[in-house]
Protein backbone atom coordinates (compact mmCIF):
# COMPACT_ATOMS: atom_id res chain seq x y z
CA UNK A 1 0.00 0.00 0.00
CA UNK A 2 1.18 3.23 -1.21
CA UNK A 3 1.32 5.99 1.64
CA UNK A 4 1.34 9.15 -0.96
CA UNK A 5 -0.93 8.33 -3.74
CA UNK A 6 -0.56 10.81 -6.65
CA UNK A 7 -3.17 11.36 -9.61
CA UNK A 8 -3.02 10.87 -12.73
CA UNK A 9 -0.26 8.29 -13.02
CA UNK A 10 0.00 9.69 -16.79
CA UNK A 11 -0.93 13.01 -18.35
CA UNK A 12 -0.96 14.12 -21.92
CA UNK A 13 -2.13 17.63 -22.91
CA UNK A 14 -1.12 20.19 -25.44
CA UNK A 15 0.42 23.26 -25.32
CA UNK A 16 -1.52 25.74 -23.44
CA UNK A 17 -3.91 23.70 -21.24
CA UNK A 18 -4.18 23.84 -17.44
CA UNK A 19 -3.72 21.19 -15.48
CA UNK A 20 -3.82 19.81 -11.87
CA UNK A 21 -1.85 16.67 -10.35
CA UNK A 22 -2.81 15.11 -6.60
CA UNK A 23 -0.52 13.78 -3.67
CA UNK A 24 -2.95 12.45 -1.34
CA UNK A 25 -1.94 10.46 1.99
CA UNK A 26 -3.92 9.43 5.16
CA UNK A 27 -0.92 10.31 7.13
CA UNK A 28 -0.29 13.89 8.29
CA UNK A 29 3.07 15.09 7.41
CA UNK A 30 5.74 17.91 8.83
CA UNK A 31 6.57 19.13 5.88
CA UNK A 32 5.50 17.91 1.77
CA UNK A 33 7.85 18.20 -0.81
CA UNK A 34 7.18 18.87 -4.88
CA UNK A 35 10.09 17.39 -7.74
CA UNK A 36 10.18 17.20 -11.15
CA UNK A 37 12.33 14.72 -12.75
CA UNK A 38 13.66 13.90 -16.24
CA UNK A 39 14.45 10.68 -17.36
CA UNK A 40 18.22 9.43 -16.62
CA UNK A 41 18.58 12.54 -13.58
CA UNK A 42 17.79 13.16 -10.20
CA UNK A 43 14.62 14.88 -9.17
CA UNK A 44 14.97 18.73 -8.25
CA UNK A 45 13.25 20.63 -5.56
CA UNK A 46 10.94 23.10 -6.81
CA UNK A 47 8.83 23.71 -3.07
CA UNK A 48 8.49 22.84 0.34
CA UNK A 49 5.00 23.23 1.62
CA UNK A 50 5.02 23.73 5.77
CA UNK A 51 1.78 24.95 7.12
CA UNK A 52 -1.41 23.55 6.78
CA UNK A 53 -3.48 25.02 3.95
CA UNK A 54 -0.34 27.42 2.62
CA UNK A 55 -0.11 28.13 -0.99
CA UNK A 56 3.19 28.99 -2.93
CA UNK A 57 3.66 30.16 -6.83
CA UNK A 58 6.54 29.39 -8.77
CA UNK A 59 5.65 31.54 -11.77
CA UNK A 60 3.07 29.28 -13.51
CA UNK A 61 2.67 26.85 -10.98
CA UNK A 62 0.62 27.13 -7.93
CA UNK A 63 1.49 24.39 -4.82
CA UNK A 64 -1.35 24.07 -2.39
CA UNK A 65 -0.94 22.05 1.34
CA UNK A 66 -3.93 21.14 2.54
CA UNK A 67 -5.76 22.27 5.60
CA UNK A 68 -4.71 18.90 7.77
CA UNK A 69 -1.45 18.79 5.99
CA UNK A 70 -2.44 15.16 4.40
CA UNK A 71 -2.79 16.80 0.97
CA UNK A 72 -1.19 18.69 -1.69
CA UNK A 73 -1.88 19.80 -5.10
CA UNK A 74 0.62 21.26 -7.69
CA UNK A 75 -1.68 23.16 -10.53
CA UNK A 76 0.01 24.18 -13.76
CA UNK A 77 -1.69 27.08 -15.55
CA UNK A 78 -1.11 27.37 -19.82
CA UNK A 79 1.53 24.30 -19.69
CA UNK A 80 4.43 24.17 -21.90
CA UNK A 81 6.21 21.47 -23.83
CA UNK A 82 9.36 22.23 -21.56
CA UNK A 83 7.23 21.13 -18.43
CA UNK A 84 7.07 17.73 -19.58
CA UNK A 85 8.69 15.33 -16.54
CA UNK A 86 7.79 13.34 -13.91
CA UNK A 87 6.70 15.18 -10.93
CA UNK A 88 6.75 13.55 -7.29
CA UNK A 89 5.42 14.86 -4.79
CA UNK A 90 7.27 13.68 -0.82
CA UNK A 91 6.36 13.63 2.47
CA UNK A 92 8.78 13.92 5.70
CA UNK A 93 8.20 14.05 9.66
CA UNK A 94 10.55 15.95 11.43
CA UNK A 95 11.08 13.42 14.06
CA UNK A 96 11.84 11.05 11.28
CA UNK A 97 15.29 12.43 10.59
CA UNK A 98 13.61 14.00 7.68
CA UNK A 99 13.63 10.83 4.80
CA UNK A 100 11.29 11.33 2.53
CA UNK A 101 8.30 9.31 1.50
CA UNK A 102 7.30 9.54 -2.21
CA UNK A 103 4.37 9.12 -4.07
CA UNK A 104 4.25 7.54 -7.40
CA UNK A 105 4.97 10.07 -9.75
CA UNK A 106 2.96 11.84 -12.18
CA UNK A 107 4.12 11.95 -16.07
CA UNK A 108 3.36 14.51 -17.46
CA UNK A 109 3.86 14.89 -21.26
CA UNK A 110 3.26 18.88 -23.33
CA UNK A 111 2.83 18.48 -26.60
CA UNK A 112 3.17 21.64 -29.01
CA UNK B 1 29.81 23.69 -4.47
CA UNK B 2 27.21 23.62 -6.88
CA UNK B 3 25.42 20.49 -5.47
CA UNK B 4 25.60 16.91 -4.83
CA UNK B 5 27.93 14.89 -6.86
CA UNK B 6 27.59 11.13 -7.61
CA UNK B 7 29.74 8.90 -9.19
CA UNK B 8 29.94 6.75 -11.73
CA UNK B 9 26.33 7.55 -13.51
CA UNK B 10 26.05 4.62 -15.23
CA UNK B 11 27.30 1.20 -14.16
CA UNK B 12 27.11 -2.03 -16.38
CA UNK B 13 27.99 -5.47 -13.64
CA UNK B 14 27.78 -8.79 -13.98
CA UNK B 15 25.59 -11.07 -11.51
CA UNK B 16 27.51 -11.73 -8.65
CA UNK B 17 30.38 -8.74 -8.77
CA UNK B 18 30.65 -6.03 -6.13
CA UNK B 19 30.13 -2.33 -7.06
CA UNK B 20 30.57 0.73 -5.02
CA UNK B 21 28.47 4.07 -5.59
CA UNK B 22 30.49 7.54 -4.17
CA UNK B 23 28.48 10.75 -2.98
CA UNK B 24 29.55 13.77 -2.32
CA UNK B 25 26.72 16.21 -0.87
CA UNK B 26 26.60 19.87 -0.78
CA UNK B 27 29.42 20.81 1.75
CA UNK B 28 27.62 21.94 4.87
CA UNK B 29 25.03 19.56 4.48
CA UNK B 30 24.86 17.44 7.45
CA UNK B 31 22.77 14.79 6.72
CA UNK B 32 22.89 12.60 3.79
CA UNK B 33 20.25 10.47 2.56
CA UNK B 34 20.71 6.93 0.11
CA UNK B 35 17.17 6.10 -2.26
CA UNK B 36 16.71 3.90 -4.74
CA UNK B 37 14.51 4.37 -7.71
CA UNK B 38 13.15 1.84 -10.28
CA UNK B 39 11.45 2.54 -13.75
CA UNK B 40 7.86 4.17 -13.23
CA UNK B 41 8.18 4.40 -9.47
CA UNK B 42 9.33 7.37 -6.62
CA UNK B 43 12.17 6.92 -4.90
CA UNK B 44 12.27 4.71 -2.17
CA UNK B 45 14.07 5.49 1.28
CA UNK B 46 17.88 3.15 1.88
CA UNK B 47 19.53 4.59 4.74
CA UNK B 48 20.65 8.03 5.85
CA UNK B 49 23.18 9.71 8.06
CA UNK B 50 23.83 12.56 9.87
CA UNK B 51 27.73 13.48 9.91
CA UNK B 52 29.84 10.59 10.15
CA UNK B 53 26.41 8.01 12.13
CA UNK B 54 24.34 5.80 10.14
CA UNK B 55 20.97 6.65 12.09
CA UNK B 56 18.74 4.44 9.87
CA UNK B 57 18.15 1.52 7.91
CA UNK B 58 14.85 0.58 5.03
CA UNK B 59 14.14 -2.98 5.60
CA UNK B 60 14.75 -2.83 1.98
CA UNK B 61 18.72 -2.36 2.85
CA UNK B 62 19.78 -6.16 2.49
CA UNK B 63 22.61 -7.95 3.96
CA UNK B 64 24.51 -7.73 0.37
CA UNK B 65 24.20 -3.33 1.20
CA UNK B 66 25.95 -1.61 2.80
CA UNK B 67 26.74 2.22 3.32
CA UNK B 68 29.09 4.77 5.36
CA UNK B 69 30.45 7.91 5.82
CA UNK B 70 33.77 7.44 7.43
CA UNK B 71 34.46 11.43 8.10
CA UNK B 72 30.78 12.97 7.69
CA UNK B 73 31.32 14.26 4.54
CA UNK B 74 31.17 11.90 1.07
CA UNK B 75 29.42 8.22 1.53
CA UNK B 76 29.64 5.30 -0.42
CA UNK B 77 27.35 2.51 -0.97
CA UNK B 78 28.45 -0.84 -1.80
CA UNK B 79 26.29 -3.81 -3.08
CA UNK B 80 27.87 -7.17 -3.03
CA UNK B 81 27.14 -10.31 -5.05
CA UNK B 82 25.02 -7.95 -6.95
CA UNK B 83 21.71 -9.57 -8.11
CA UNK B 84 19.11 -8.54 -11.53
CA UNK B 85 16.54 -7.13 -8.85
CA UNK B 86 19.46 -4.82 -7.70
CA UNK B 87 19.14 -2.71 -11.41
CA UNK B 88 18.09 0.51 -10.41
CA UNK B 89 18.73 3.96 -10.17
CA UNK B 90 20.84 4.70 -6.69
CA UNK B 91 20.33 8.36 -5.68
CA UNK B 92 22.09 10.39 -2.99
CA UNK B 93 20.42 13.44 -1.09
CA UNK B 94 21.55 16.27 1.46
CA UNK B 95 20.34 18.60 3.70
CA UNK B 96 21.11 20.79 6.92
CA UNK B 97 19.56 19.34 9.83
CA UNK B 98 17.90 22.95 10.84
CA UNK B 99 14.22 21.52 11.81
CA UNK B 100 13.26 21.25 7.98
CA UNK B 101 14.05 18.54 5.43
CA UNK B 102 14.64 20.68 2.11
CA UNK B 103 16.68 17.58 0.04
CA UNK B 104 18.77 18.20 -2.32
CA UNK B 105 19.32 15.69 -4.87
CA UNK B 106 22.31 14.15 -7.12
CA UNK B 107 22.10 13.22 -10.63
CA UNK B 108 21.76 9.33 -9.57
CA UNK B 109 24.06 6.15 -10.48
CA UNK B 110 21.67 4.31 -12.94
CA UNK B 111 23.04 0.36 -12.62
CA UNK B 112 22.27 -2.32 -14.61
CA UNK B 113 22.92 -5.85 -13.33
CA UNK B 114 23.25 -8.22 -16.53
Known amino acids: TQLLEQSPQFLSIQEGENLTVYCNSSSVFSSLQWYRQEPGEGPVLLVT?????EVKKLKRLTFQFGDARKDSSLHITAAQPGDTGLYLCAGAWYNQGGKLIFGQGTELSVKP | DTGVSQDPRHKITKRGQNVTFRCDPISEHNRLYWYRQTLGQGPEFLTYFQNEAQLEKSRLLSDRFSAERPKGSFSTLEIQRTEQGDSAMYLC????????????FGQGTRLTVV
Open chain 1, 49 to 53: VVTGG
Open chain 2, 93 to 104: ASSLYSGDTEAF
